[in-house]
């Protein structure tokens, strides 16, 4: 019992090796313990990309699971819907979810699983109310957090939000992997003026083609938008001024060609 507290010491402070060392020789003989092994290989699985480690996770949470004593627990309901988790089926994962969401709606644990399970399946309206009720500063700052409730406030057409969740990190890998996200799915929803915005970050930090086309087509969907009373007309401002940070040659005809609608239609540029 004292490895075991020790085990769940090290996982609470986020050292999972040290976890790892202390479990990897006991042999499960109770639901916890097996419950405790699950979340060990998952916590390392998920650390090193270790799809080994990852399926001896839900092979012990599967375990647990569909016990005749467990599957009707709490406990034993938490344990499938992590275990589908792991498999990606997500309408599973809600099935198992859902049944036990009376009792654990209040948990950040359960908001964080139910919010990311909920946008996956592509509910994103309900996804994004689960994930802001999460409390927890630590969640709120982990990446895995930021980006889904992103995508969730691009898909439910709030890309300023997602937006606005950038500019709060500070410059990192996890910030440009942010950008990428932000470009590409405000881009596909056609929330071209933040995917322009996103593109011109990126390709200011790593100047590719790939972000080049990119903003340039987010560009050119900016000012179809404004011509179509779908886009306030002060954007044409901005998007002249990010297309100016490309020595491209190849956005000259695209500025003349924003620049002579703007006469025409008496806004400055």
Not at 76 to 98: A, H, N, P, T
Not at 111 to 125: E, I, L
């Amino acid at each position: 019992e004292a490895r075991l507290n020790m085990v769940i010491y090290h996982l609470k402070q986020g050292e999972v090796d040290e976890a790892y060392e202390l479990m990897k020789d006991v042999e499960p003989t109770t639901p916890n313990e097996y419950v405790l092994r699950a979340v060990v290989h998952t916590m390392v699985g998920q650390a090193q990309d270790s799809q080994e480690h990852l399926k001896t996770a839900q092979q012990y949470l599967q375990l647990v699971g569909a016990s005749e004593s467990e599957k009707d627990t709490i406990m034993g309901r938490q344990c499938m819907s992590i275990c589908f988790f792991l498999l990606r089926q997500f309408d599973d994962v809600l099935i198992y979810l859902e049944s036990i969401k009376a009792y654990a709606e209040g948990s950040d644990d359960f908001c964080w699983n139910y919010g990311v399970a909920k946008a996956s399946a592509g509910d994103f309206t309900t996804g994004e109310e689960a994930l802001l009720a999460v409390q927890s500063e630590k969640y709120r700052q982990e990446y895995c957090y930021v980006s889904w409730l992103a995508r969730c406030h691009i898909m439910n057409g709030g890309p300023r939000l997602a937006w606005e969740l950038y500019l709060r990190m500070e410059t990192s890998d996890d910030s440009f992997n942010l950008l990428q996200l932000i470009a590409s799915d405000c881009y596909r929803v056609g929330q071209f003026f933040y995917a322009a915005k996103a593109f011109d970050v990126l390709e200011r930090l790593d100047p590719s083609p790939e972000y080049f086309e990119g903003k340039r087509g987010a560009c050119v969907g900016v000012l179809k938008m404004i011509i179509e009373g779908k886009e306030p007309a002060e954007s044409l401002r901005d998007m002249v001024a990010m297309l100016s940070n490309t020595s491209n040659p190849s956005v000259e005809y695209i500025l003349r060609v924003v620049r002579r609608w703007g006469i025409q239609n008496d806004i400055q540029v």
